[in-house]
């Protein structure tokens, strides 16, 4: 008997549910499975499995190595204290709530993975096990549950473009109905595979920046959320593929310009009764409400490690290109980096939340998210004050008149956000030390891996990784 072969003592609920999903899969066609989860520096690392073994992956799990946490973007490796050597080895174990048929890969279902060592803990360097960690640790310690979802934007490019360059498939000025009539075919194909995955689309439209559409998608449980940011990505590149085109999610694929962003948008909830709206404090804020966006608002520079973990995003967080690059937040303000969502009047005790600008595609949709609710839980259990509202371009203000009023620039460089990190014990903690010390090693490996590139350089060499 192979080791991959399942035995009597695994996971016995999960592999009799697995051998009944796999003899569904067989009888729709379905040949394999995508186990998928995102490693430290934002890319999405994949294996797969024939579907005949799919209980054999729910039973003893995958095998993959722990080196990958300190892979960078273009497959180096940098080391920390105890990862980024070739030794050991963990185990993928597919969520099978999370089983996907994939619409738009004939033959294909996919499944995103938990990382279990081979005693059978956790992996100290799991994303989506720290994100799982924080949101119990919320109902656990505060009563409260949280609802999110992550916006998708990104570029299409033509297919049969020279080399690496980045050319536009479609044309038209930004929402411009000429974009959307473009992409009409390739956009009702995406449509219709998202649907047939489960996927609440929102909204779906052309963007600003030439060739760059984005998606809004429902809101989930943050797991839940964090999944189907990788799905969605995963089911638009294998659209756009089928027609010839290709797509980037990178912050940024010109030197100039704006970029794609990855925007979070997040509302805490007690007893089903959502703490941003409906309270006495600013556009309907109770004041726990208040104090989780002072939280986040207070630990911005330093989160950007999580959610702006590029040399690239700094391509997009620049002023007034609406990426919220300053630490300020108000009602509908583009250019602040916390928005403050009410909803319109009459659906608010459902609609409103908080939306967290700084935040692009290159980050790991579940250190990113597990970071922002660790910060606004530590502003809640403070009863942090917010400060005063910003509107308009915070770029804008007088310096003297932003330094009294707490608005400063969040951090230029990838290493100066990493020092934020590094000083702050609160997201340290959040992560785990080897988490925590991945990310450190991550950033700095990227940001010594484009040293002395122009803007362009950078972002040529990020602009087909994400």
């Not at 929402?175 to 219709?192: F, K, N, P, T, V």
């Not at 027609?243 to 310009?257: I, K, M, T």
């Not at 979070?264 to 104090?291: D, F, I, K, Q, V």
């Not at 602040?336 to 290159?362: C, F, H, Q, S, Y």
Request: with cysteine.
């Amino acid at each position: 008997m192979s080791e991959s072969d399942p035995v009597p003592g695994g996971r016995p609920g999960e592999v009799e549910r697995a051998t009944a999903l796999s003899g569904e899969l067989t009888g729709q066609g379905v040949h394999g499975v995508v186990l998928a989860y995102v490693d430290t520096a934002g890319i999405t690392r994949v294996k797969t499995v024939p579907t005949a073994k799919l209980a054999s992956a729910a039973a003893w799990g995958v095998g993959m190595s722990p080196v990958f946490d300190t892979f960078l973007a273009d497959d180096s490796i940098v080391t920390t204290d105890v990862l980024g050597s070739p030794d050991g080895d963990l185990r993928l174990y597919p969520d099978l709530d999370r089983l996907t048929v994939l619409a738009a890969q004939p033959g294909w279902a996919w499944a995103p993975v938990d990382r279990i060592t081979q005693e059978g803990a956790p992996h100290p360097a799991c994303g989506r096990t720290v994100l799982r960690r924080t949101v119990a640790g919320a109902a656990g310690r505060h009563g409260v549950t949280f609802r999110a979802a992550v916006e998708i934007e990104w570029v299409v490019g033509r297919g049969d473009a020279d080399g690496d360059a980045f050319v536009p498939a479609v044309s038209g000025p930004a929402y411009g109905a000429a974009r959307q009539i473009e992409l009409s075919d390739c956009a009702a194909d995406l449509l219709a595979a998202l649907a047939a995955q489960g996927v609440d689309v929102e909204q779906f439209h052309p963007e600003y920046a030439a060739g760059q559409f984005e998606i809004s998608v429902g809101a989930l449980d943050p797991v839940a959320a964090a999944d189907h940011s990788v799905l969605v990505r995963q089911t638009i590149r294998a659209v756009s593929r089928r027609h010839g085109l290709r797509v980037s999610f990178a912050p940024a694929v010109l030197g100039q310009g704006v970029g794609n962003g990855g925007h979070l948008h997040l509302s805490a909830w007690r007893g089903g009764t959502n703490l941003h709206a409906g309270g006495a404090g600013r556009y309907g804020m109770t004041p726990e409400a208040e104090s989780f966006v002072a939280g986040v608002l207070g630990r911005l520079p330093a989160l950007t490690a999580m959610t702006a973990p590029s040399p690239a995003s700094r391509l997009r967080l620049r002023p007034s290109q609406w990426a919220g690059v300053f630490t300020a937040w108000g009602r509908e303000t583009r250019e602040a980096a916390l928005r403050i969502v009410t909803g319109t009047a009459g659906i608010r005790d459902r609609a409103a939340n908080l939306e967290v600008k700084p935040v692009d595609l290159a980050a790991n949709p579940y250190l990113a998210l597990a970071s922002v609710i660790a910060a606004g839980l530590d502003g809640l259990a403070s009863s942090a004050p917010l400060t005063e509202e910003i509107t308009g371009d915070p770029a804008r203000l007088d310096p003297a008149d932003a330094a009294a009023r707490g608005v400063r620039r969040l951090p230029v460089t990838l290493a100066k956000s990493v020092a934020a990190f590094r000083a702050d014990e609160v997201l340290r903690t959040a992560l785990g030390p080897v988490l925590a010390d991945a990310v450190v090693a991550v950033r700095l490996g990227e940001a010594a891996a484009v040293e002395g590139l122009d803007d362009e350089g950078v972002a040529a060499a990020y602009r087909w990784k994400y």
